[in-house]
């Protein structure tokens, strides 16, 4: 057995069974404090949906509980997991950065459940996921040398985050700042790989969430279709994956 079919085997099983505690750890997020629609994105403690300028109260949110309840969820993050951990030990082998792809794959299965039904990305979850990532990489970079990739890592994490947070400064009707939080883990194992995975990650994000809303726009023929508010979370997560597996035969492609 090679060391690749080890690592696919070996992030496959673990991201999998990582997977099977996501209704677990959906279940645990606190309920946000109600707040009204038009205050600050950035101001309540779960703020990931998009802003608006009304002043009513928010319609009830799904409950975490319900999401967490709903009929084979478990199953269908364990799959999605194994998959996304099968992916990503194809494309590192066995690398140190599996010791922070591996736990974070099946973490950001739970953001992108949360984000899909709640328009919601829980700083109770992004911060710590992100405290520990930058932990478990400047460890891995100091310990083996790698303090290019360690620099580079927390560079792209802070440019990754600054984008975000000026594409929601710009217009936080579109861009909530739950996705700006999750902007930096993305941006720090994407900028682990190189900087070409980080271009590849970030624009692919935006591909993957523009080209099926386009479809669904041309099929229907409904423009009102562009007005209505559709979770980026779960996108960015895909377009970190496509970074992370892709990017570095998509970037030669592209530069050369």
Not at 81 to 92: D, E, K, P
């Amino acid at each position: 057995m090679n060391d690749t079919v080890l690592a696919v085997l070996v992030a496959a099983v673990l991201a999998g069974l990582g997977g099977l505690l996501v209704p677990r750890l959906v279940a645990r997020v606190p309920e946000p404090v109600p707040k009204p629609v038009g205050s600050p994105d950035g101001a309540g403690p779960d703020a990931g949906e998009p802003g608006s300028v009304a002043t009513q109260v928010e319609p009830p949110k799904t409950r975490y509980a319900d999401i967490a309840g709903r009929p084979g969820l478990g199953w269908r993050s364990a799959v999605v997991s194994a998959v996304s951990g099968a992916l990503l030990g194809a494309a590192t082998g066995l690398d140190w950065s599996l010791l922070w792809l591996v736990p974070l794959t099946p973490v950001a299965v739970a953001l992108s459940v949360i984000d899909w039904h709640t328009r919601l990305l829980p700083r109770v979850v992004v911060v710590p996921a992100t405290l520990a990532a930058i932990v478990a990489v400047t460890a891995v970079g100091l310990a083996t040398g790698e303090r290019e990739s360690l620099v580079r890592a927390l560079v792209a994490m802070v440019l990754a985050r600054s984008f975000f947070w000026v594409l929601w400064f710009v217009r936080s009707a579109g861009m909530g700042f739950g996705d700006v939080r999750l902007a930096a883990p993305v941006g720090l194992v994407l900028g682990w790989a190189g900087w070409g995975e980080l271009a590849i990650g970030v624009w692919a994000s935006f591909v993957l969430f523009v080209v099926p809303v386009l479809v669904v726009l041309v099929v229907r023929r409904d423009r009102s279709l562009l007005k209505r508010a559709v979770p980026f979370g779960p996108f960015m997560c895909a377009g970190a994956l496509v970074g992370l597996v892709w990017g570095t035969a998509l970037a030669g492609r592209i530069w050369g």
